[in-house]
């Protein structure tokens, strides 16, 4: 048996999400149903590093799985790429310790969320940012998300009804700039771990306070108050990008 | 009566081309709807200054069409975007002289083209760029594009069977260059008409001149020779973009 960790991206527009559920299109179940003919009609199992939702996009997701042999990785990686659905790529493939887990091994993840601001907007990007028609002033977001960082009960930001008890994460990194050349706002978040919808939280938050709509302040008020309903709307999962998986 | 330009946005994806056609999603057949409406059930024809191939995108396309009064142009352009299909973005709209026409006045266009260079492929982008998966030396094809500025006989680098019988045009820009961001082959061509699939023509011959399968010459070849069986395959229409549109 040999456990390889892959980095794949993909597309998550036609996608229900990473995780394999029944009657739906998932990105787990198109890459095993490619490495069930690689493997002789063999059932293989890949393991997540993160679920992603249903319109989310990676490109540096990170997955694990066993095959009974040691094999090339980068003509595993060309088999795999090329027989996966195109929405699907596999970025890099290399063999691991047997124990290695995507999901369980500690590891800190980078997202992005890109904005499209403003109209009109971008009709190529329609599907790979999130459309905010309304102005915004980026210096009271950049005032507001530096608050993010550190160590915080993140309860107010992650979707109410979460099953996870711990909502204590830490974040390393909160910045949001705008892109010279697309004038999208692109948010970037690093920490040891997201809750479920956090991010859209967080962002959803951000562009009301970027919008004028909420004080500069209600950032530090939802951490505090741990209260969901002070916090913005959920921000459309199409502007979110797993963007990078680090191991220690 | 009042005469309206409009500069207007699209994702090709979705489109089988520009022009309206039976039995086929269209760009002219989308806006048209959405003008009837627009003009309280009176049908409103556009008038668009090119035909762009199914699957083509475009940022800058150039129409008009007349309604029979004259309105606030931001406020047409505001419903006009918002009610059109998502994949249509009506970018500015102004009002011009009654004897304005998109197609016949004299206008140049500038046309763009981006190639996914290499594997892995990049997911999101596999509808708006072509993926090329072979290595290609840029600086090969930087010395043969020059080769097309100027005036020539394009018949070489057009479909074979086109009715237009002068098939003379002038180019007056022609680049490739490797974007620093996404890596991506970004080709750029200006000038006062293009033929049918000459862009994506022009663009096959260049990608195997870049790959060494054709020499830097071949582009003068294809030209002197007017032969279209000396030019390389024509370029799949998802990277093709219509930029900008510049009347004189």
Redesign the interface.
């Known amino acids: 048996m040999t456990r390889y960790k892959a980095i794949i991206?993909?597309?998550g527009t036609d996608f229900s999400g990473f995780q394999r559920q029944p009657q739906a299109r998932t990105v787990q179940e198109e890459i095993e149903k490619t490495l069930l003919r690689l493997n002789s009609g063999h059932p293989v199992t890949i393991h997540g590093a993160g679920r992603t939702d249903a319109g989310v996009?990676a490109y540096g997701q990170v997955i694990h799985f066993d095959l009974p042999q040691e094999r090339d990785v980068e003509k595993l990686r060309?088999g795999l790429?090329t027989q996966c659905p195109?929405?699907?790529?596999?970025?890099a493939i290399e063999v691991v310790e047997d124990d290695f887990h995507a999901r369980y091994n500690k590891h800190s993840k980078t997202y992005e969320f890109l904005v499209d601001v403003g109209?009109?907007?971008?009709?190529?990007m329609?599907h790979?940012a999130t459309h905010y028609p309304y102005p915004v002033d980026l210096s009271l977001m950049q005032e507001a998300i530096v608050n993010l960082l550190g160590t915080h009960d993140f309860t107010g930001f992650t979707a109410s009804g979460t099953s996870v008890e711990n909502k204590v994460r830490t974040i390393t990194e909160a910045r949001v700039e705008r892109d010279d050349?697309t004038d999208f706002l692109v948010f970037t978040f690093s920490g040891n771990g997201f809750l479920y919808k956090q991010v859209r939280n967080m962002v959803g938050t951000l562009l009301k306070i970027g919008n004028g709509r909420m004080p500069v302040s209600q950032v530090k008020t939802v951490l505090e108050s741990c209260n969901r309903d002070l916090a913005g709307p959920t921000a459309a999962g199409n502007g979110l990008y797993l963007k990078e998986i680090r191991y220690e």
Chains 1, 2 share one sequence.
Not at 86 to 91: C, L, M, Y
């Open positions: 991206s993909y597309d996009h060309f790429d195109d929405d699907i790529d596999i970025v109209r009109p907007k971008n009709p190529m329609r790979y050349k």
